[in-house]
């Protein structure tokens, strides 16, 4: 049963450290992005690949927050330095994303707790 | 990308059907119809997702109006393990690779 698989499930980390959530996409899908969910915003797309490409980071902070795809099985979303405000649950999905209009698949997501 | 309104809540009794409706008055006319839902605790999974016709499978239904300003999810038979926030999504089929997820409607089923 293919699914996406995110580490780790859990962090908490002190304000000002770098924190890197990694996600295994499902094998074959071209698509990967990453989502934010807190209480007041909902979820809110941060980043999305196409093929490995980033085509959009626009909703991330540029300064502390940098995703890439080091390869088709590895995606990665890293926070330098993080703060409090970003605490929040980190999702990654993945799809085989074209004009039909494909679904995306979800990871478990990343729970992350900045003190 | 154009905007979808849904009710923030809505409840229903176990073994009964629920419609939750979805507004998206601006949709244009390369939009797809997506749903989505969120279990507690649980990445969103997905649902359905329709052009033009009403569609069908195993988990719901999708009825799309005439002029494509709302839309329908209906689940035929609501279980306790259909409680979930239940969000409605337009995506561009010639330029959109996103989900924009809105705020949803939260399902509350009752046994």
């Known amino acids: 049963d293919a699914r996406v698989t995110q580490t780790p499930r859990h962090k908490v980390t002190e304000m000002g450290q770098e924190v890197t959530m990694r996600c295994q996409p499902i094998l074959g899908h071209n698509t990967v992005f990453w989502y934010r969910q807190t209480m007041m915003q909902g979820l809110e797309l941060l980043a999305y690949f196409r093929n490995r490409a980033p085509l959009d980071d626009s909703g991330m902070p540029k300064d502390r927050f940098s995703a890439e795809m080091p390869d088709a099985t590895l995606a990665t979303l890293k926070i330098q330095p993080s703060e409090p405000r970003d605490s929040a649950v980190y999702f990654c999905?993945?799809?085989?994303?074209?004009?039909?209009?494909?679904?995306?698949?979800f990871g478990q997501g990343t729970r992350l707790t900045v003190v | 990308d154009a905007k979808t309104t849904q009710p923030n809540s809505m409840e229903s009794n176990e073994e009964e059907p629920v419609h939750l409706p979805c507004n998206h008055s601006t949709i244009s006319g390369t939009d797809y119809i997506h749903w989505y839902r969120q279990l507690p605790s649980q990445g969103p999974e997905y649902v359905i997702h329709?052009?033009?016709s009403n569609v069908n499978n195993r988990m719901a239904s999708l009825a799309i109006a005439e002029d494509r300003k709302s839309s329908t999810l209906i689940l035929h038979r609501a279980t306790l393990r259909d409680a979930a926030v239940y969000y409605c999504i337009l995506r561009d089929r010639n330029t959109g690779n996103q989900f924009y997820f809105g705020t949803g409607t939260s399902l509350t089923v009752i046994p």
């Open positions: 329709g052009l033009t």
């Open positions: 999905a993945s799809g085989l994303i074209g004009t039909s209009g494909t679904e995306a698949f």
